[in-house]
């Protein structure tokens, strides 16, 4: 069965750092786009950053550029979501996604938005 679960969010003070997992069942992650999702309330949901594990091309949106760090570990089939300098307006529900045609879904420049697994989500929220 083909299951990605995310985990590790939480309540973080402003400036404060989590670090989000995403490990897959079902199939190797190191063959796959792996992107990073957020959907705050009430807001789109938006696309923030992704990784080609197969030959480390990632790509992050401005809004987490120099905050936000993505990596992979194959061996645990896990990405990883690193997060630092949180800001209020990082609260959201983060979800990772997966999708076996990496470089169309993830490169350098952007990531699609229609990958074909999901994780079910966990809430991060930064306040004080």
């Known amino acids: 069965q083909v299951q990605l679960v995310e985990s590790g969010g939480g309540l973080v003070q402003p400036g404060g750092s989590l670090r989000l997992s995403c490990t897959a069942s079902?199939?190797?992650?190191?063959?796959?786009?792996i992107g990073w999702f957020r959907q705050p309330p009430g807001k789109e949901r938006e696309g923030i950053l992704c990784i080609r594990s197969s030959d480390g091309t990632t790509y992050y949106a401005d809004s987490v550029k120099g905050r936000f760090t993505i990596s992979s570990d194959n061996a645990k089939n896990t990405v990883y979501l690193q997060m630092s300098g949180l800001k209020p307006d990082d609260t959201a529900v983060y979800h990772c996604a997966a999708d076996k045609s990496a470089y169309a879904y993830c490169s350098g420049s952007g990531l699609k938005y229609d990958y074909h697994y999901w994780g079910q989500g966990t809430q991060v929220t930064v306040s004080s």
């Open positions: 079902g199939f190797r992650l190191g063959y796959y786009a």
